[in-house]
């Protein structure tokens, strides 16, 4: 198994360990201190070693923040999280804050008049840095930057960094070289006014030095940093222990290696009078630090490799396609196999080994070997399927009961691509509630597969089809509708989404998922997700512009017990039905035949 549902959140501690953290607080010079949910590179996807607010607090959720001050404290989660903070902290200790409602920035405008409060500058990006400090100034407070996390000084059995083998990906895989990938790089910083530029994002690293690496769970990243050169002299920060003689190589005809350690010491150096670029929503407040301490100029621009990577090439588009057809197979055949078991008789870890099992069998039969899991899967039947990132553990777990609804949200990481799917299916009887509810949510994931859109249209712009119709019901949910998905990289990639902050564009090539959602509180949860491809602008018959349109990429069933046909339009009813005929005829010839013959009969024509 990829993915262990051993319970790894604990917050028995949590007094002890903030009593211990406010102890330090009186010899620092400060009244406070932030701990996110962060590393050096500002990702959602972190090592254990870096793990500081799971160990402090319990939360293990993949985005928050957490406010230690002398009489309180307080931990910052968004929508998702809203439900399952609240089962993971001691709430005698933290107050759960939202951090859409009441941003951080905000919080210490209106609550921390006057303090001083510290900060790890590795743990904070520059854009992040400056909101905070312009709050507490404004009360008279300041923000300030340590020299050493005091959160390390207390995590006695922290765990070592990791040292994750690194391989080159293909270039037949990858679609372009990274000699080609570097020579725009360094075009895009000329064309920046930069001399250098920093990639801190392990993404970027991967991508444009075509390797992958191992370090972090179900995400191919190798921590490092590169320093890219418009002259051609680049840099690459790596543990060498994770390079084996061919990935050397490969790294060793592209770039200089040099171990982390040596990373201040070289950025010092070429800084020296030079314009550094640094994306200010990326890049750690100390790499700017470093870099104007040394005499250079920091130009906030974007990570230059994020725009191109999320842009996908031929041979990408190719393997997504690839990797989501054996995909729809392994789904498609867990779906059946679910649909026989009698109710009760699962649990949701069970199905959740069984699913990776059958991907596992359907990468074999194709000869392109499941590499992990994109992500843990989420399997939440009744009540656990309305806790939005729901993470099932030995604890947890319950069998998926008559009557109830089941969500399963899950993705595989192929070497050729990315997957990442979510269906919801009935285990018994639905009620007509459920019904209504899911058609909804149908109705908002069709509105957007469907969308016809101009050149320069943002995710913000379109996000909105995808909730009008819940909308017109009094009804929603609190999280984005799509995010960007990577090539064999990241299943969340920027900085592509379609949500109320989506303010990237979307390009052509890129991929993106399609997730509305609605959630019972203590009841159950609904999600649909495929994966869309972003296709380049074309005419309307009669229109005066060409626009963008989405093909779709993930081939499954959409559970027609749970779909109202009367609630939908003509022309949804005709989308329906068209993909699941699509679906049919692509991953009949690749199931068994009693997995054949169950799509046959859920994927007919709906009736009415």
């Known amino acids: 198994m990829f993915q262990s549902f051993d319970e790894i959140t604990d917050f028995s501690r ?291 490799a994020r725009v191109p990577r999320a842009r996908k090439n031929e041979a990408e588009i190719a393997g997504s396609r690839a990797a989501h057809r054996r995909d729809g197979a392994a789904i498609t055949s867990f779906l059946h196999w679910l649909d026989n078991q009698t109710p009760g008789s699962v649990t949701e870890i069970e199905a959740a080994e069984t699913l990776e099992a059958f991907r596992a069998q359907a990468a074999e039969k194709d000869g392109m070997p499941l590499r992990d899991v994109s992500f843990d899967t989420i399997a939440g039947s009744g009540p656990n399927g309305a806790i939005v990132h729901y993470r099932v553990n030995r604890e947890s777990n319950r069998p998926l009961g008559a009557g109830e609804l089941f969500l399963i949200d899950s993705g595989a990481q192929y070497q050729d691509g990315t997957t990442d799917i979510t269906r919801t299916v009935p285990i018994g009887t639905p009620s007509e509630e459920m019904r209504q509810r899911f058609t909804l949510v149908l109705k908002g994931m069709i509105a957007i597969a469907t969308a016809r859109f101009p050149k320069g249209t943002r995710g913000v712009d379109i996000d909105v089809l995808a909730r009008i119709a819940l909308w017109k019901a009094g009804l929603d949910y609190a999280h984005g509708t799509g995010h960007g998905v990577g090539a064999y990289l990241a299943v969340h990639e920027g900085p592509v989404s379609i949500s109320r902050r989506g303010m990237a564009v979307i390009e052509t090539g890129m991929i993106l998922s399609d997730e509305p959602g609605y959630y019972r509180e203590g009841a159950y949860g609904i999600r649909i997700e495929n994966l869309i491809l972003t296709q380049a602008p074309s005419p309307i018959e009669g229109g005066d512009l060409p626009m963008h349109a989405f093909e779709t990429l993930t081939f499954a069933p959409i559970d027609r017990r749970l779909i109202v046909p009367s609630m939908l339009e003509r022309s949804e009813r005709l989308w329906i039905d068209n993909y699941h005929a699509e679906v049919r005829a692509l991953l009949t010839p690749l199931l068994e035949s009693a997995a054949a013959e169950w799509l046959g009969a859920m994927t007919q024509p709906l009736e009415g």
């Not at 930057?145 to 895989?173: C, F, H, T, Y």
Request: glycine share 8%; with cysteine.
């Open 14 to 304: 949590s007094a002890m360990r903030v009593a211990q953290l406010r102890a330090g607080f009186a010899e620092a010079g400060i009244d406070g201190f932030l701990v996110p949910r962060a590393d050096e590179h500002q990702g959602e996807y972190i090592a254990p070693s870096a793990a500081r607010l799971q160990w402090l607090t319990g939360f293990s959720g993949s985005a928050g923040m957490a406010l230690v001050l002398a009489d309180k404290a307080v931990i910052f989660v968004d929508g998702r999280y809203t439900l399952q903070v609240r089962s993971q902290v001691d709430l005698s200790v933290f107050t759960p804050e939202s951090s859409v409602e009441m941003p951080l920035a905000e919080w210490l405008r209106q609550n921390a008049s006057g303090l001083r409060i510290g900060f790890d500058p590795w743990l904070h990006t520059l854009g992040e840095v400056r909101a905070l400090r312009q709050a507490l100034e404004s009360t008279g407070g300041a923000l300030v930057a340590l020299k050493a996390n005091p959160v390390d000084r207390i995590w006695n059995e922290r765990p070592a960094p990791p040292k994750g083998a690194v391989s080159v990906q293909p270039e037949a895989l990858a679609g372009k070289s990274a000699a080609e990938k570097l020579a725009e790089l360094q075009a895009a910083i000329g064309e920046g006014g930069g001399d250098y530029a920093v990639l801190t994002d392990p993404s970027s690293v991967a991508w444009t030095f075509n390797i992958r690496g191992s370090d972090v769970s179900h995400t191919p990243l190798p921590l490092s940093f590169a320093l890219i050169g418009r002259d051609g002299r680049h840099s690459l920060f790596i543990d060498p222990d994770k390079l084996d003689s061919a990935a050397t190589a490969h790294l060793s005809a592209l770039c200089e290696l040099a171990a982390p350690e040596a990373f201040e010491r070289v950025l010092r150096s070429a800084a020296k009078g030079a314009r550094v670029l640094l994306d200010p929503s990326l890049g750690a407040d100390r790499i700017a630090a470093l870099v104007t301490e040394a005499g250079g100029t920091v130009v906030e621009k974007p990570d230059p």
